[in-house]
């Protein structure tokens, strides 16, 4: 039995314009990401966008419902989880894995667009009612169990002390990176993120060794 | 020879006019201020500032020309140079001085309407033509200079190393303090701005600190 010319005719043609609308998806939310971060999420609107993308607003709204669930779509698919990748894609435990973070702050400043959407987003999302603000929270939750842990990791393999503060010490290491962003987007040829964010983790770590016998 | 008092009298009212003009302009400052902090700058409308006072948006307008020149006069004038504040207003030096930061940041936990109004400000104010970049630019290159000349001192004094590089701690601490804002918006109970800005700043020091003989 062989298959219906007409059907097998359809078929393609679904395919066709399912990859058009991935396309054209996608193409939506990198011009939105650049917007955002250029704009501010507020500041932005979807008229601009979509006339970047050379559509109508109205044709934005095919694609997603509202500004708001394009910034939260946008947060799901892009890919801002780079220190998680940076970390366990090389499979890095205890220090190794902090010492990578500083690569991560070198890496985040040959790529001013997507730190300044990622520095713009999150302040904005303490703000009311802000649609990604749980998103956010989340983020923050996350990043500060994963550093904790490596730091836990780091203690039970002896190259911390039986008795560091890992969470004071996580949160502190986030927090010089995201502040350290700011002052590097206002001042680029003033703030050196990678040289700061080492310096920083090693004094952190190095307030937490163990003690000499 | 006397005054007349019909000059008098007018030049009480002129007195009265301009009082009143000052309270209404402070009023509008500080419900600016609140709404900027609760909505963000860019998503702050002039009706809601002016529904918030009780008079119209063109009544804000008579006092300030604009929604941009708002927020300019807004951060000229509000207190938001408490670092400053609080280190010269003690004549604190060297490692006092950066160890009374530890008290800005317990301060700021105590008021998170200013630090929340700062953090989304200085955020925003990376986007492109944002009224207030110029500001905040000015003011973290203050900043820095500031917690650098207390390191500075801190050297002088003996305190820490001779090769002390005092510009990178000095970028560490006030960056740290940033983030820790963010983190502290979105989850008060679990981040402790105090204790984590005094571990920062401590081990910042101590890996500064002179050799032992």
Not at 17 to 26: G, M
Not at 156 to 172: H, K, N, Q, S
Request: hydrophobic share 45%; aromatic share 4%.
């Amino acid at each position: 039995m062989g298959i219906d010319p007409d059907v097998a005719a359809s078929v393609r043609a679904d395919g066709v314009q399912k990859q058009r609308t991935r396309r054209r998806r996608q193409e939506i939310l990198e011009v939105a990401s650049q917007t955002f971060a250029t704009r501010g999420f507020y500041n932005a609107s979807l008229a601009e966008i979509a006339d970047e993308v050379g559509i109508s607003a109205a044709g934005i709204l095919h694609h997603f419902k509202s500004k708001d669930q394009l910034l939260t779509e946008l947060l799901h698919h892009r890919d801002m989880a780079d220190i998680e990748e940076a970390g366990h894609g090389h499979g890095l435990r205890g220090l190794e894995f902090l010492h990578h973070l500083v690569d991560t702050a070198a890496r985040n400043a040959t790529r001013p667009g997507i730190t300044q959407l990622y520095t713009v987003l999150s302040a904005e999302s303490v703000t009311t009612d802000h649609p990604a603000q749980a998103w956010f929270r989340a983020r923050y939750d996350g990043l500060r169990a994963m550093v904790t842990e490596a730091l836990a990791d780091a203690r039970d393999i002896g190259e911390l002390r039986d008795d560091a503060d890992i969470a004071e010490t996580a949160t502190a290491i986030i927090a010089v990176m995201d502040g350290l962003q700011i002052q590097w987007l206002l001042a680029p040829g003033t703030v050196d993120m990678e040289a700061v964010t080492r310096r920083t983790i090693d004094a952190l770590i190095a307030a937490l060794a163990p003690e000499e016998d």
